[in-house]
């Protein structure tokens, strides 16, 4: 199944992330497709503050993995406990993916994963609970963004 969402400005996706949030379950693995520049972050820092991670979150380009607690409001309510993120961007191949210990966040059911550049670990595309966003520029400026794998709650 697929969707396409278009997005005007930072304001939308924020918006997009909002309702995007409320789709999640604790224990899926989105994956985030698309070039540099194309708001992955930037969508990754809005769905941190709706799941009310405290932590600032950056780009883990440089770190690779990042565990961010979410509220205890949000884990009461939705089980999820721990947003995950991910870079691939630097990771030259799906061994060292488990090797900064992709394999424990993956396997627990009280987690959300989200991976940047997951187009650079085709066999995480085959997980359960796999979803992905894909974000990519039109020609007039707008990110439009396809969702593969979603159940669609929110527009």
């Known amino acids: ?3 396409t969402v278009r997005i005007k400005d930072l304001a939308a996706l924020a918006r997009f992330a909002e309702g995007y949030a409320k789709t999640l379950r604790p224990d899926d693995i989105v994956g985030l497709v698309g070039d540099l520049g194309a708001g992955k972050t930037t969508f990754v820092q809005h769905l941190a ?4 991670v405290k ?11 990042q565990a961010l607690p979410t509220s205890r409001a949000v884990a009461k309510r939705t089980g999820i406990n721990e947003l ?9 191949n799906e061994d060292e993916l488990f090797a900064i210990g992709f394999e424990e966040y993956a396997e627990r059911d009280d987690s959300v994963i989200l991976i940047e550049w997951a187009d650079r670990l085709p066999s995480v595309q085959w997980l359960d609970h796999y979803r992905e966003i894909r974000f990519d520029f ?3 400026g ?5 969702l ?7 527009g």
């Open 49 to 52: 503050k709706v799941l009310g």
């Open 148 to 154: 593969n794998g979603e159940r669609f709650k929110s």
């Open 84 to 92: 995950c993120h991910i870079d691939a961007y630097r990771l030259k």
């Open 55 to 65: 932590r600032p979150v950056r780009s883990p380009t440089f770190i690779l993995l």
């Open 1 to 3: 199944m697929k969707k």
């Open 138 to 140: 039109d020609g007039e």
């Open 142 to 146: 707008e990110r439009v963004l396809t």
